[in-house]
């Protein structure tokens, strides 16, 4: 070998020492970079109604910008879902503080938020425009118990031990993170609050919704038992949806028994 090839790989051996060098100084750091995500799998190939993430062996869906508001405000709903079903059992008392978690329009919160004499409804979305839609319903319905609030893709932004009851309807699968986001929703409930998930049956294959916009009820439960709540009821008194209710644990009464 010549001089000048000797010369000409010189430039690559220094990039390989520099690399070597930074592998064995800082091991741990380059395997946390290269390691995947314990929570979350990513892959190329997926459903084209889905991100590619996949959270418990569940792609998680895309989300319905705000430009579908229309569909959640159509004329039909009550006919095709009976959302007033859900208002109904949800047992609310007149003070309760209650987060309708994807509240998109504020359907459901505007229809929540009378039996609240002395409490009030967290309107919480992550889409500042479903927000501004919630403020013009506001002034139109001349209801001010109903609070817009607006959230991120980890976090509800809502107050420590502040919520009695966390509503999510047709939400809950669209959610990017969905364990960050129950962390803080559990941290955001007061001891023996309640969780309700409404998700259309992914039991059904007779359901004419998109499949990752569907859920079993086996999958709801396995993913609300990891962030520590308890679930209580399952009822099925909606055409097409699961109404499946979840507690967070009163520490406090445990310790008394």
């Not at 479903?130 to 817009?148: A, G, H, R, S, Y």
Request: charged letters at 25%; a neutral charge.
């Amino acid at each position: 070998m010549s001089h000048n090839s000797k010369s000409n790989f010189l430039p690559f051996i220094l990039i390989f020492v520099v690399i070597l060098g930074c592998l064995l100084l800082n091991p741990i750091a380059i395997a946390k970079a290269d390691s995947p995500s314990t929570t979350y799998e990513q892959r190329v190939i997926h459903s084209p109604d889905g991100i590619g993430k996949y959270y418990m062996g569940r792609e998680i869906a895309k989300v319905m910008g705000y430009t579908g508001a229309g569909w959640l405000e159509r004329a039909s709903r009550e006919q095709q879902e009976q959302p007033s079903k859900i208002v109904s059992v949800l047992n609310l008392k007149p003070d309760d503080i209650v987060a309708d978690i994807g509240a998109g329009t504020g359907y459901l919160s505007f229809r929540i938020a009378p039996l609240l004499t002395t409490g009030k409804v967290l309107a919480v979305d992550v889409q500042p425009e479903m927000l501004e839609i919630i403020e013009l319903f506001k002034q139109e319905k001349n209801i001010t118990n109903v609070e817009p609030v607006l959230a991120t893709l980890t976090d509800p932004n809502l107050p420590f031990e502040s919520v009695d009851l966390a509503l999510m309807v047709d939400a809950y699968h669209e959610l990017e993170y969905p364990q960050e986001v129950m962390q803080k929703i559990v941290k955001a409930l007061k001891p023996g609050g309640r969780v309700v998930l409404v998700e259309y049956r992914g039991e059904n294959p007779f359901i004419t919704i998109k499949r990752l916009h569907k859920m079993t009820q086996k999958q709801v439960r396995k993913e609300m038992q990891a962030v520590g709540l308890v679930w209580r009821e399952t009822k099925n008194l909606l055409p097409q949806q699961h109404l499946i209710i979840f507690e967070k644990p009163d520490s406090s009464k445990s310790l008394t028994r």
